[in-house]
């Protein structure tokens, strides 16, 4: 039932694929304008565009809003239908803001895409159906095995990066991506809340909250799939990888470290509205 309220939320899953499709790639281009004159990694820079162009995750920004006690509906819905769309969405962005070999066409791309994410995830239905009842009665750990499976993801993916030896990076770039990673997600958060918590956008607490993590959060499971596709004969695919291995730590990290603080937040405005 609520799931189903939630998708009459209209302006609110208006606002979390505009700011996240939209807004976000195109302000982050315009930023990286400005890191050129600095000395950082040009590849690196290039990561930075390819995560903005990322669609939202289908776990981390729930279980944070469900850990606040903001919409969790809301939440499920935009991260589900975010990746749906980040599907024919980003790749479009992707050759948009960065490019990638003429060789390989659009129709290349989607095809790989449905077989490589679109069709296991659609056969995992299936079979979830088929054995439903076999999956509540002996409930399978499927939360450490998606744990363990982003983990070993996140490490071959490094190991890949590191084992190129014209893959070479710069200590100091490396912690310049990390800082500017971090730099960008607290002011996009902010930046949410900001716009949501005006009075003329008429906003619950809730809402804010599932807003400022599903607007803010990239996915990586989806994310290093669909860069091995795109760009799959790119000599740099390793470097440019980088800022989005950085980005899924920190936006967890960070995220675990404001629950307190936004719970403590919404708890208030809620009993400024109870009077």
């Known amino acids: 039932m609520e799931l189903a309220n939630a998708l009459l939320h209209v302006r609110l899953h208006l606002f979390v694929q505009t700011f996240t499709l939209c807004f976000f790639p195109a302000s982050i281009w315009l930023f990286i304008q400005l890191l050129y004159f600095l000395p950082l990694d040009a590849w690196l820079l290039q ?76 056969l995992g239905q299936v079979v979830r159906r088929c054995i ?34 014209d893959s070479s990076l710069a200590p100091q770039s490396l912690l310049a991506i990390i800082i500017i990673v971090l730099l960008i997600q607290v002011t996009f958060m902010l930046l949410v809340f900001f716009l949501s918590t ?41 470097l440019i990888s980088i800022p989005l291995l950085v980005y899924h730590p920190t936006q967890i990290l960070l995220g675990g470290l404001l629950v307190g603080s936004v719970q403590r937040w919404m708890q208030s405005r809620q009993k400024a509205t109870d009077v």
């Open 47 to 122: 990561g930075l565009q390819i995560v903005a162009c990322m669609p939202p995750p289908v776990s981390s920004a729930v279980i944070l809003t469900k850990s606040v006690g903001g919409n969790e509906a809301a939440a499920i819905f935009n991260s589900a239908f975010g990746s749906f769309l980040g599907i024919a969405v980003t790749p479009m962005l992707l050759l948009l803001f960065i490019g990638s070999s003429p060789n390989v066409p659009f129709s290349s791309i989607f095809t790989q895409l449905f077989l490589t994410v679109v069709f296991p995830l659609l």
């Open 132 to 165: 439903l009842e076999y999956l509540e009665r002996r409930r399978p750990p499927f939360g450490t095995i998606s744990s363990c499976i982003l983990l070993l993801i996140i490490y071959t993916t490094f190991c890949d990066t590191f084992s190129h030896p």
């Open 198 to 238: 005006r009075k003329s956008a008429r906003f619950s607490p809730e809402d804010t909250v599932a807003m400022m993590f599903c607007a803010t959060h990239k996915s990586l499971t989806l994310g290093i799939p669909m860069l091995k596709i795109v760009f799959s004969n790119h000599p740099h695919l390793s």
